[in-house]
């Protein structure tokens, strides 16, 4: 760990904030989601490796558990991703409707391919399965924003606007 | 016994107990259905969907595709393993499971025992189909003794259920998901395990292999193995030593169902390297010439009788040892007597005789009931008494953690925490000796009394009064002979609570040290240490035992005064450098024998034959030199009863020992020798803290000490404080901290917040360069 | 036939508004069905469910009064009631409406049945991209504690319930309920063994009950009515409403609260306005893990008894259709990229036998099948049938149909293909993982 690079401390309230969030279930591993989601979102929206060690730390459960969720699930980064995650839903309905000339249209526009980050560091492209709004395919989102009957013409307006938004659209996990 | 039930496979009726799964039942059958995930010891997981078969509830049911593994078995089930539907499906699984394997059997050291390739075999999947890329990975190293190649993995999750699950290790996991699956550690580095080399018994493929074993790698098949009991602990694990040419090359568990059934700690995996090491003794010499074995057998024979004429018969001693046989000791025994002298002594001081010599009569006395490996897994409630169990017999501490993981308590009294502790439901931290007070409080608790979160007391005995299945664990290693006796009167008075008998577990300084405590003479080495430092003793004969073992690396200053010192052993030990005459025997591997576990179990082992100058084990030489000494006539008759104090049934068992049967629990007539106190006459006397000698896994254990790679995984050499201990005394961490008056070592002082307060602990390290080290880190 | 408004009395599914909060919810009758439930005992609560001959809406339509007799009821340590509002199955958005329009009708479903079993709490599992409504509910929950109609003794009765929301990390194994508790309990989500089922060890190994939103969404409906009216609900035989859903080749896609029994064709033709460019060439009826049906089949009246007389299933009742257009061959590669991408990786057949399947399907859609492809996805498309969960058989819905029914296609590919068996040019990076290879 030591040769690591620290991308940025951890606050102590914050520490303690997460903490006592597990102690409201019979389990504190209950917590552990939650706990990580949060990490994610204090550091930029990816968990670094310290943060690995930090949630095991906080939620009481070992390292390679916390890991082992963390590269399980969708929403778990282990690399550094874009201000603004956009992913685009390419399951059946999305597909008939025509999400993959969409995508390429986003490739091209955005210069990067599905799982790459742009290099300013403003975008991250993935794929996503169903959002579940399947009746206006196809969609996708961008950060917290769902976008229905998505066309390409309409891609490019909607850079235009997020292009020039400074509102960072971290992934924020859960914000209760 | 369990509940019988009949069921039909293959149109074969069977009886199988009722409930165990079908695998099991059919494996036991002595037939095979192909499986990976499944392991005896790790129970079913249905992952790897290869043990399919068609399996019908009864005669008139519909037969339906069932993993065998996850169905358990009951009257009239009718199972068809090779049912052309299951044969099928098999043989697509393994089709799915070579999809990615990297087909690299040439390079790969799991060749020739692979277990991947056997079933693949076994279900006829010969033609690959698939045209597109194989995924990959990237290995991790995983430290001295494991050796990782991700890209042969199959997915079966066996690894992380025995690591975590079965061994309850927290570094080591599976990570990612869907076809992407990685076994490893979150960052590369040393499994922290204790048990980590089981990984490359219970992957199923070429994933994690024997680092050790590569580096002088054979091709399996091209090993000779033989059947013997590790040498490095008391449990007496059943091992199979591989060699080839003239070298030892690895050693793997042997299953043994009254001992260890699959598994091994890394100790006695990895710790067999004394029998290449370049110390070993090659050549007989007597006043520092090399001689011939016949010429030196002749003069050390001759010189002992001279001895023996000259001052008396009493004036030789024979030394032997906790890790030599009974055999080898007996050898001694007789060699001792023939001299007229019939002075043996066993242990380094008195304190030890009567704690190992006690717990050993208690164990073999069958007044309490001593468990096997499988019934300290069994056991619901488990308190640890001194020493640390992981360290001291690793094995032991691996069966206790099937308790723990079924959710049982675990309690622990010691003066340091240990592994084991990360685990205890309650731990106390007692100044060395106060274990026993601890121990006799519990014993005296009222029935009924409840838990009290801040009384250590109370917690354990109510939770020894709760169970069904109480054991009680106890270290002799710690020259305690109040706390042997605290703990068989605790197992003694627990028994009282309810129907139910309290288990006893011992656990001794070395692989026979039970075995030389039923020894019928045995003097005490306080009196013979007088009788050397005042003269009377001219000379010693040492069977493998090196004096400086148990006092830190320091040679006891009277061994110069001796007239004559002989030592008969396979390396050369600073015992060895200091004898006149050196008599070298074989390895412990080599050599043939019956040890003595901590149950009382008599176990016969066999040896390797490498090609080597030296052919006699211990106890050969030991006999021949009674024959070069003539003195035959002296100790005909002696029969192992004269020598062993054990019940004529046993002795007849022992008779029948064979190597690899289950062995035979030895018992003693049926009076325990008195209890003793612990010797107040303390060697920390000078001393306002108590001397704690702590045992570590890797490194303290003389034998296993000497591998290179147990070096690698020995924690580093320093003396340990309590922080308000080393407050108090103005010390801060990594202060020089000079103990050589006390017991001959100095080193970097390491606050340690798991020790107990009034304690300072110093490491038991045997073959490493200590001093150096030591040195090296101030 | 016409729209039933029972779930969506509140609100519209075509055009909804704001969402209804607690004011305007119990204005509408609101809470009545609790306030019902609570003069009940348990036992006469769980009978009601019983014979309202409610099944589950989360696509396996297990009775649920079935699945709620399991929980031993004189256990006495906690148990757990769970809401999986894991919607991902593509073709399903019938959650996300529920409770982005109606938060108080699912927490008073899940106050009833946490009654009718004695629960005290409870957790809405919702998939992270449903972090909107997930607000919604939070917002929605603590009305209802202001009110007490959560918490403790609530509304006097001696009756504790606590809820609360649960923001998912997302895969779509989660919906299977075994896996979406793992992840509750913060655990990787690989399913469990049954048994033992949940109702006996579950969240935390404690009894725990696990149903979809849509099912409870109708408890305070039934609480309200009764059995008796519920079971009238439906044409032909099968109790209730349902959210039907259109996605795919419509002109008007879209979602509406119709009878159970109400006829496929129907709902394709009237509700949601035919076919979009061309005739249909088939549909998946109820959500992707279901088998096709083909265009003479499309009078099946939609319920869960006769979908699955015609060899498919009614699932969700999310309707995708495909027309004569679509490539079949293209488009079930798109689905076995789905299940490639969302397998847990636990069992063998799935893990390997999928991403196999969908490297074939879709090296055939692109020009570089090979004629023995069809013979391994023959294989396959049987093979992953006995896996661990329900996973890889929903899997094989789809793909066995699109094979069988369409293997003109599949063949008609094969014969024209261009790049003879090369690989696939590339594989999809992922910032979730890093320890693969090159």
């Known amino acids: 760990m030591s040769d690591k690079i620290i991308t940025k401390m951890l606050p102590d309230e914050l520490r303690q904030e997460l903490s006592d969030h597990c102690t409201h279930y019979a389990n504190r591993r209950v917590g552990l989601i939650w706990v990580m989601q949060q990490l994610q979102a204090h550091y930029d929206g990816w968990l670094p490796d310290h943060a690995i060690y930090e949630a095991a ?54 210069g990067i391919r599905l799982g790459e980050t742009t290099p300013d560091g403003e975008y991250t492209l993935l794929p996503i399965v169903c959002l579940g709004n399947c009746d206006k395919a196809p969609c996708m989102m961008v950060g917290d924003d769902l976008h229905s009957n998505v066309t390409p013409e309409m891609l490019d307006s909607l850079f235009e606007k997020y292009n020039n938004s400074p509102v960072q659209n971290v992934l924020a996990g859960g914000t209760d | ?140 190293d995983l430290g001295p003794f494991v050796y990782h190649e991700m890209n042969r993995c199959i997915q079966c999750y066996r690894c992380v259920r025995y690591y975590r699950d079965y061994a309850l290790g927290d570094d080591f996991g599976v990570f990612g998901s869907r076809d992407r699956l990685y076994f490893g550690r979150v960052e590369d580095g040393t499994l ?64 043994q169902p009254a001992v260890n059934r699959f598994f091994m700690c890394d100790r006695g995996r990895y710790g067999g390297e004394f029998v290449n090491h370049e110390t070993r003794l090659t050549e007989a010499r007597v006043e520092g010439s090399v001689t011939e074995l016949d010429v030196a057998l002749k003069s050390v024979a001759d010189r002992l009788k001279e001895i023996a004429r000259q001052h008396g018969p009493a004036s030789i001693v024979g030394f032997g040892s906790e890790r030599s046989s009974l055999e080898a000791n007996a050898a001694l025994q007789l060699l001792m007597k ?114 009290t979160e801040d009384n250590f007391v109370h917690t354990v005995a109510a939770a020894l009064q709760k169970a069904k299945k109480p054991l009680i664990i106890c270290s002799v290693l710690h020259d305690d002979p109040s706390l042997i006796e605290a703990a068989f009167s605790l197992a003694k008075a627990t028994t009282a609570y309810g129907s139910r008998t309290c288990s006893l577990a011992y656990f001794f300084p070395a692989v026979n040290s039970a075995g030389v405590a039923l020894v019928r003479n045995d003097e005490n080495p306080d009196s013979v240490m007088a009788d050397i430092e005042g003269g009377r003793v001219k000379a010693l004969v040492i069977c493998e035992r090196d004096l400086a073992a148990t006092t830190q690396g320091n040679l006891p200053p009277w061994l110069s005064q001796l007239e004559f010192v002989v030592t008969i052993d396979s390396i050369e030990t600073q015992t060895v450098q200091a004898s006149h005459a050196v008599l070298p025997c074989v390895s412990h591997y080599q ?52 020598i062993y104090d054990v019940t004529r049934e046993s002795n007849l068992h022992m008779d029948r020992l064979r190597v690899g049967d289950n062995g035979c629990v030895i018992r003693t007539s049926p009076k325990l020798p008195p209890p003793s106190r612990k010797n107040q006459k303390d060697n920390d006397a000078d001393l306002d803290l108590r001397l704690w000698h702590v045992y570590h896994t890797f490194g303290s254990e003389e034998l296993s000490s000497l591998s290179t790679a147990m070096k690698e995984r020995a924690p580093e050499f320093v003396i340990e404080m309590n922080p308000e201990d080393a407050e108090a005394k103005g010390l801060s961490d990594g202060a020089h901290y000079d103990l050589t008056n006390q017991c001959g070592i100095a080193a970097p002082l390491r606050i340690n917040d798991k020790l107990a307060k009034g304690t300072v602990a110093v490491p038991v390290f045997i073959n490493l360069k200590r001093t150096a080290d030591a040195e090296a880190l101030l | 036939m016409a729209e039933v408004k029972v779930l969506t009395k509140n609100f519209d599914l075509q055009n909804p508004g704001e969402p209804v909060f607690l004011e305007k919810y119990a204005s509408n009758g609101g809470y009545e069905g609790f306030r019902k439930a609570l003069k009940m005992t348990p036992a006469e609560a769980q009978q009601l469910v019983k014979d309202s001959n409610l099944r589950g809406r989360g696509g396996a339509g297990f009775p649920t009064g079935m699945k709620w007799s399991f929980v031993p ?81 609530i509304l006097g009765s001696g009756f504790d319930f606590h809820l609360e929301t649960h923001l998912s990390a997302g895969r779509y194994i989660c919906g299977e309920e075994t896996a979406l508790l793992n992840a509750l309990e913060g655990k990787r989500a690989n399913p469990r063994s049954k048994p033992p089922f949940p109702q006996v060890r579950g969240f935390l190994g404690q009894p725990t009950i696990v149903n979809n939103v849509e099912t409870f969404s109708n408890m305070p409906h039934i609480f309200a009515n009764g059995a008796e009216w519920f079971n009238g609900l439906g044409l032909t035989g099968n109790a209730g409403t349902k959210i039907m859903g259109a996605s795919g080749r419509f002109k008007r896609p879209g979602l509406w609260e119709l009878p159970l029994g109400t006829s496929t064709r129907e709902i394709m033709e009237e509700y949601a306005g035919g076919p979009s460019r061309v005739a249909w060439k088939c549909i998946i009826p109820g959500g992707l893990s279901t088998p096709l049906l083909v265009p003479d089949q499309f009078d099946t009246p939609m319920d869960y008894d006769t979908v699955a007389k015609v060899g498919s299933r009614m699932g969700t009742a999310g309707i995708i259709a495909f027309d004569e257009q679509d490539c079949m061959v293209a488009a079930t590669a798109n689905i076995m990229k789905f299940y490639a991408r969302e397998s847990c990786g636990f069992c063998t057949p799935c893990r390997e036998g999928i991403p196999w399947i969908y490297q074939i399907v879709k090296a055939i859609a692109e020009g570089r099948g090979m004629p023995t492809d069809m ?43 261009k790049l003879y068996g090369s690989a696939s040019p590339q594989e999809e990076k992922s910032p979730q993982f890093q320890k693969a290879g090159v």
């Not at chain 1, 282990?78 to 999400?99: E, F, H, M, N």
């Not at chain 2, 204790?194 to 018994?201: I, P, T």
């Not at chain 2, 054979?218 to 040419?245: A, E, I, K």
């Open chain 2, 338 to 451: 023939g001299l007229g002298s019939n002075r043996v002594c066993y242990f380094d001081n008195q304190d030890r005789r009567a704690a190992v010599r006690r717990a050993a009569s208690i164990t073999a006395s069958g007044e309490v009931s001593v468990p096997t490996l499988t019934e300290i897994e069994q056991a619901d409630f488990i308190m640890v008494l001194g020493g640390d169990l992981t360290a001291e017999a690793p094995m032991m501490d691996l069966a206790v953690r099937q308790s723990i993981a079924k959710g049982n308590p675990l309690f622990i009294c010691s003066p340091r925490a240990g592994e084991l502790d990360q685990f205890a439901r309650a731990s106390w931290r007692c100044v060395p000796g106060e274990e026993a007070t601890i121990a006799s409080f519990i014993g005296s608790v009222p029935a009924g009394t409840e838990a």
């Open chain 3, 375 to 417: 013979e391994v996805l023959d294989d396959m498309s049987k093979h992953i049938l006995h896996t661990f969960c329900a996973f890889a058989p929903g899997a094989q819905g789809p793909l066995l149909s699109a094979i069988t029914i369409y293997r003109h296609e599949f063949d008609a590919k094969i014969d024209s293909n």
């Open chain 2, 1 to 140: 016994m369990a509940d019988k039930v009949k069921i039909t496979i293959d149109g074969v009726v069977r009886e199988v107990d009722a409930g165990t799964n079908i695998l099991q039942a059919v494996l036991d059958e002595g037939q095979i259905i192909p499986h990976f995930c499944y392991h005896e010891a790790l129970g079913p997981a249905g992952a790897c969907r290869m043990c399919a078969c068609m399996i019908a509830p009864g005669p008139d049911k519909p037969a339906r595709l069932e993993m065998s593994c996850m169905v358990r078995a009951s009257e009239g089930m009718i199972v068809s393993v090779n049912d052309d539907y299951a044969l099928k499906f098999r043989k697509q699984v393994s089709e799915d499971l070579m999809l990615h394997h990297p087909h690299d059997c040439p390079v790969c050291d799991e060749g020739g025992e692979c277990m991947l390739q056997d079933m693949i075999v076994l279900t006829e999947q010969q033609h690959r189909r698939d045209r597109f890329p194989k995924r990959t990975w990237v290995n991790q």
């Open chain 3, 73 to 153: 009821m004189d256990f006495e340590g906690q148990k757990y009631l769970v809401c999986n509002c894991d919607e991902m199955e593509p073709g399903t958005f019938k959650d996300r409406a529920l409770i982005q329009n109606d938060p108080h009708q699912l927490i008073e479903g899940m106050l009833i049945s946490a009654y009718a079993m004695q629960m005290t709490k409870g957790f809405i599992f919702v998939r992270l991209e449903y972090r909107s409504g997930s607000a919604i509910l939070d917002k929605a929950i603590a009305e209802a504690e202001a009110k007490n109609l959560l918490g403790k003794n």
């Open chain 2, 591 to 642: 050599s043939f024998g019956t040890l003595v576990n901590y149950e009382c179990r008599a176990q016969a082992y066999d040896g390797m034959h490498l090609p080597s100058h030296v052919n006699l084990a211990a106890s050969e030489v030991l006999t021949a030199l009674i024959q070069h000494a003539e003195i035959e006539d002296m100790i005909g008759g002696t029969d192992f009863q004269d």
């Open chain 1, 57 to 110: 730390d906080i939620v009481g459960v070992s390292a390679p558990e916390v890991e082992g969720v963390a590269t399980f699930f969708n929403w778990f980064f282990r690399q550094p991703v874009g201000k603004k995650i956009i992913v685009t839903c390419d399951s059946i309905s999305c597909y008939l409707g025509g999400c993959d000339n969409n995508l390429e249209h986003l490739e091209n526009k955005l």
């Open chain 2, 192 to 255: 922290q395990s204790e048990f980590s080399g089981n990984l490359v018994d219970i992957c199923p493929t070429g994933v994690f292999t024997d680092k050790q074993f590569r580096t002088h790698y054979s091709r399996p098949w091209d090993l000779q193995t033989t059947r013997s009991v590790c040498p490095s602990c008391s449990v007496g694990c059943n091992v199979l030593p591989g060699y080839r040419n003239d070298t030892l090359r690895r050693i793997k568990p042997a299953e």
